[in-house]
Nanobody, 122 residues
């Protein structure tokens, strides 16, 4: 089974940017769709963004549109989540999930990483 791992989280100030990465241990990740989710303390997990295996189609949660951008580099088995103009309410643990089927990652099913903490605070 493909294993994925997130990286790139950290502490930033409001208005700053971060780029998260989701890397996989297998070349087959090239054929995987990827979704990003996040979970803040005391809150339910929520969908952030998703991308098809080829990168041809993406989807975003309404609150992230215009600020976040998801991409995928199949040459190196990595997916990215570029987050701009970060707000305190973006503070959460961010997870990526990968699966060959786009419908599966949209539903939060597939290979999950351990998450990376993003904290936005002044």
């Amino acid at each position: 089974q493909v294993q994925v791992a997130e990286a790139g989280g950290g502490l930033v100030q409001p208005g700053e940017s971060l780029r998260l990465s989701c890397s996989a241990n297998a070349r087959i990740f090239q054929t995987y769709a990827v979704a990003w989710f996040r979970q803040a303390p005391g809150r339910a997990r929520e969908f952030v963004a998703s991308i098809t295996w080829s990168g041809a189609s993406t989807r975003y949660a309404d609150s992230m549109k215009g600020r976040f951008s998801v991409s995928k580099d199949n040459a190196i088995n990595v997916a990215y989540l570029q987050m701009n103009n970060l707000k305190p309410e973006d503070t959460a643990v961010y997870y990526c999930v990968g699966d060959p089927k786009y419908e599966e990652v949209l539903s939060g099913r597939g290979s999950w990483g351990q998450g990376t903490q993003v904290t936005v605070s002044s």
